[in-house]
């Protein structure tokens, strides 16, 4: 028996036909155990329901009850959809210990979820999905929530690791299920209800935040419903085209603020993805704060969706808003029959993969919908794992509705092909388009003068791909358009033994040796100039931070994993030696060898580079930015540009001698004198998009 295994069932049968064979996964409500059907002789999912367990006894019977009847509502609801987890059974256990729990039984699944595979593709640098990818993929879960919502029932925690793949994450059609039809209205019933359950429960929240609506968070947006999932459904969307999670923060509240903040929504744009001014605004509506200003199902949002790319909706019902009001009328529901909407997503996933419109002609059916009399808010339990998997049983709810009769179904119109796209923004060669966005800008535990951590949001800009190079500064100044770059160093205090040893790195004494390397020994103006006569200017302190680190709080470009030599050129063992040649005495960042005891050629590193593919943005050389140095206030700000003057000008990103982790996080800051000339100082630029 494993030593996890609380309630002691690994061993047992249960209901007379589930051997209970290996616990695989605990969480605070349920506790997940592979079975085999003894009759069958097939593997299955028991998902044991043990919150019950702590319920006040008066309240027990009542709750099980309800247990009882949401499962019954997920069977019906499976039956309808291959791409939802199968229900098989549902009933009563007694443990060892003489509790009667809840229990379902589910299909067994092998494969992953898609929060594993999207993790995975991230970890290998496999560039995320086109948006046509991206719906193929999901398609079959944007259509098995349209009809879980056509059936007034909504889901509340859409979440990639509730998108289960059962083959090839990147075959043209790869099966998925929407796992976790789950608990989270049991558990509210049972903490209403009292009992130990009450005081062990009540701080866990119902839903997943990083991919939760302004309802889930404040009641005061309104109620949650089939609009929360449209939600939900759009941020899962973004992250699969952009390889980053839409609602960033570093904790709770950070993250409630990006899903409730009016001045920033987290739609592709917004993440760096270029789509469509037509695709955008499906994800806009898609996302607004107010569930009214939503698409009330996500049948809508991803017909939207679909008319946004060219392609033809879906055919199948989808009831308006007002089918979720309070007291509506008892009738019958229009639902596409199973075998059409299966064909339908079949034949729309194919048309997609070859880039055609698909048009599947389906007939709808009446079916008759629970008794209308009966508003039950109970949620049930529901998943399907992978063998081994031993991730956390999220607390998910479904709602059942009560729907009024609909007007019959039609068969979807045809749709005429959106107008020819916007053209995306432009910028110069060897710059990249930041789309801008919203960041808390600094650190609350780095060093005092980068902080406080502040919320910034910038507009769209252009930065280089590159640090400025040798051979690119020396075109500029031939023409005569820019001063040339300094043979010498130049700072106050320099001594006689500083300018024997750190004057020969100056690139421009040798520049064909170093043409593909950074350009230094300039000062501000130089750099300023430099951008100025080849069509841009100096990247803003906040606008090199976005760029270098994005909106999720990461610690380094890359990530949060620490420096190394296969990141960035600081200093390693080959900068040490250099140092102990030359008499001076700085210490090793890490302790392997990256290749270049000084300046190496920009590009060196493209396992370093950051979400936005900016290049070098930390190591080889210190970087000018436009802004003088100031302390930050704590203030939120919107495209800051620092004061109007001051005494020393910020400098960013750590040089190839830099021998402290800190000072290659991008919120770190550091200032020189604008005048200085220095070995381990250049620069790159920035532009405003055309």
Excluded at 491 to 518: F, S
Excluded at 648 to 666: C, D, K, L, M
Aim: hydrophobic letters at 40%; charged letters at 20%.
């Amino acid at each position: 028996m494993s030593q996890d295994d609380t309630l002691r069932l690994v061993g047992t049968v249960v209901a007379e036909k589930y051997r209970v064979d290996s616990l695989v996964a605990e969480g605070g409500f349920a506790l997940l155990y592979k079975a085999t059907h003894l009759i069958w002789k097939r593997s299955v999912a028991l998902k044991v329901f043990k919150a019950l367990g702590d319920a006040a006894r008066a309240n027990k019977e009542e709750l099980l009850q309800n247990f009882i009847r949401e499962g019954a509502l997920l069977a019906d609801l499976s039956e309808r959809s291959a791409s939802i987890c199968q229900a098989r059974d549902v009933g009563m256990l007694v443990t060892p210990a003489r509790e009667t729990i809840p229990f379902m039984v589910l299909e067994w699944l092998e494969g992953k979820s898609l929060e594993e595979v999207l993790a995975n593709e991230k970890a290998q640098q496999i560039p995320p999905r086109t948006l046509v990818e991206t719906m193929i993929l999901l398609g079959p879960i944007g259509q098995a929530l349209a009809l879980a919502h056509t059936l007034g029932v909504a889901h509340r925690d859409v979440k990639p690791a509730n998108i289960f793949l059962l083959g090839d994450p990147r075959d043209v059609v790869c099966p998925v299920k929407l796992l976790d039809f789950g608990i989270a209205k049991v558990v509210m019933d049972a903490q209403k209800a009292g009992g130990a359950f009450a005081s062990t429960t009540g701080a866990m929240t119902a839903f997943t935040p990083s991919y939760a609506a302004p309802e889930q968070f404040s009641r005061s947006h309104g109620a949650t419903g089939p609009w929360t999932d449209t939600f939900a459904l759009a941020l899962v969307a973004i992250e699969c085209i952009t390889g980053e999670t839409a609602l960033g923060g570093d904790d709770f509240l950070q993250i409630a603020y990006a899903a409730t903040n009016p001045t920033q929504r987290p739609t592709p744009r917004a993440l760096g993805a270029v789509v469509t001014d037509e695709v955008e605004a499906v994800f806009e509506r898609a996302l607004a704060i107010d569930p009214k200003a939503r698409y009330g199902t996500v049948g809508e949002f991803w017909n939207a969706l679909r008319v946004a790319v060219g392609q033809d909706p879906m055919s199948i019902a989808s009831p308006s808003r007002r089918s979720y009001l309070p007291t509506p009328p008892p009738g019958s529901i229009m639902v596409t029959p199973r075998a059409a909407v299966e064909a339908a997503a079949t034949a729309a996933a194919a048309a997609a993969s070859l880039g055609e419109r698909a048009s599947v002609d389906t007939t709808p059916r009446a079916v008759t919908p629970t008794d209308p009399r009966v508003a039950v808010s109970i949620s049930i339990l529901g998943a399907a794992v992978t063998a081994g998997f031993a991730g956390w049983i999220g607390m998910t709810a479904i709602h059942h509705f009560r729907s009024p009769a609909l007007p019959p179904a039609v068969p979807a119109p045809s749709v005429a092909l959106p107008p020819p796209p916007s053209p995306a923004p432009t910028c110069p060669d060897e710059m990249v388009y930041v789309p801008g966005g919203q960041f808390f800008m600094g650190s609350d535990d780095g060093m005092e003068k980068d902080k406080p951590s502040h919320n910034v949001r910038l507009s769209p800009f252009c930065i280089g791909i590159y640090e400025v190079t040798t051979s690119k500064y020396l075109a500029c100044s031939d023409t005569g358009r820019c001063k040339r770059a300094s043979r010498v160093d130049e700072w106050q205090g320099i001594t006689a033994a500083q300018r024997k040893t750190y004057d020969p790195l100056c690139n421009i004494n040798d520049p064909v040796a170093h043409a593909q390397e950074p350009i230094n020994c300039v000062d501000w103006d130089r750099a300023q100039n430099y951008c100025q006569a080849t069509g841009g200017r100096l990247p803003t302190e906040a606008e090199w931070e976005f760029a270098a680190r994005g909106s999720d709080g990461r610690q380094y470009p890359w990530g949060d994993e620490p420096p190394s030599a296969r990141y960035l050129n600081a200093c390693g063992s080959e900068c040490v030696a250099w140092q102990h040649k030359h008499h001076e005495d700085e210490k090793a960042m890490y302790a392997s060898d990256d290749g270049w005891p000084n300046t190496a050629p920009v590009g060196s590193f493209p396992l370093g580079k950051s979400r936005y593919g900016l290049m070098d943005v930390v190591g080889n050389v210190w970087e000018w930015v436009a802004d003088w140095y100031s302390p930050y206030t704590s203030g939120a700000a919107v495209d800051p540009k620092g004061p109007a003057s001051g005494k020393a000008r910020v400098i960013r990103g750590g040089a190839w001698n830099g021998g402290e982790a800190s000072w290659v996080r991008p919120t770190f800051r550091f200032m020189r004198d604008p005048t200085a000339l220095v070995y381990a100082v250049g620069f790159r630029c920035a532009a405003d998009p055309k």
